[in-house]
């Protein structure tokens, strides 16, 4: 495994607003029974001390969101993508008129920001005015007022949802570089509902349980894992390059020819002519293959190690 590039280089502290991102509030007796049936981790696992990462699919296992999931007093709460949220909470509440429980878009009433750095830990527990938990993985901490999921080390990383404004000191593209640093999948509209979840590597990071049963996809996502289905996976790409999107084709150099190799995810553009992106790619794909961005013939992109094993499930 590797360690994110920011260790290179610690920031102390940075702070962002995740304008881009929303929450999805649950409420109701029947909500954890209801979020079993519908994302791919195990509800069971989440208690009001630590946070879970899960996919949300479509009856055909395409992933709608990959989300991190929480619990504050009586409230579930799933964080995503704006676009990602729309087309979550459009299923979620298909679904509900079966179970005790009331799903909204509460993103206007939670703000979230995300903090990083090496000084990040104490600034945080400062603006709580308690200690942060560390005493369990996947820690959540919690007040009247705000909510804090730690989702990184090295350099500590926080999710931040608060009834009260935060003062920030950065843009959004440097947390965004840095979820491409853990290879953490965030899906805008283009790539709503185009991957099975393991494509985006949810498996490695422990946001499927392949135990609890039936949920929404659970045919497809079973099926990839046991009957050794998976010929695509999710990569760190860097490298020189246009500033590209989601949904942009990426290359393969294949003798003195260009063929089409996958499809970016997230990307970022580090510094001028220097890109970072996730993309879905062949899994066996060859880890000195040159890549480029279909349309920027300049572009030129390798293969970086990411922060975990995809062998990990």
Known sequence: MSTPEFTKAVPEYVTVSLTDYGVIELIGPQSEQFLQGQLSCDMHELSADNWLYASHCDNKGKALATLFVARWGDRWLLITSND????????????????????????????????????????????????????????????????????????????????????????????????????RATLQSATIQQFVPQMLNVQALHGISFKKGCYIGQETIARMKYLGKQKRALFHLRGQGQPTQAAAVVEQQLGAHWRTAGTVINAVSRAEHQLDLLAVLPSDLSADTPLRIQGDDTSLLEIYPLPYNLDES
Do not use: C
């Open 84 to 183: 990602a949220l729309q087309a979550s909470i459009s299923q979620l509440q298909k679904f509900a008129v079966f179970s005790q429980t009331t799903i909204r878009d509460a993103s206007a009433d939670f703000p979230l920001y995300g903090i990083f750095g090496s000084a990040a830990p104490a600034r945080v527990a400062e603006l709580f005015g308690q200690s942060l938990r560390i005493d369990v993985p996947q820690p959540v901490t919690a007040s009247a007022q705000q909510l804090v999921l730690q989702i990184g080390d090295q350099p500590e990383q926080y999710l931040l949802v608060s009834q009260t404004a935060l003062a920030t000191n950065s843009d959004q593209w440097l947390w965004h570089l840095l979820e491409i640093d853990r290879g």
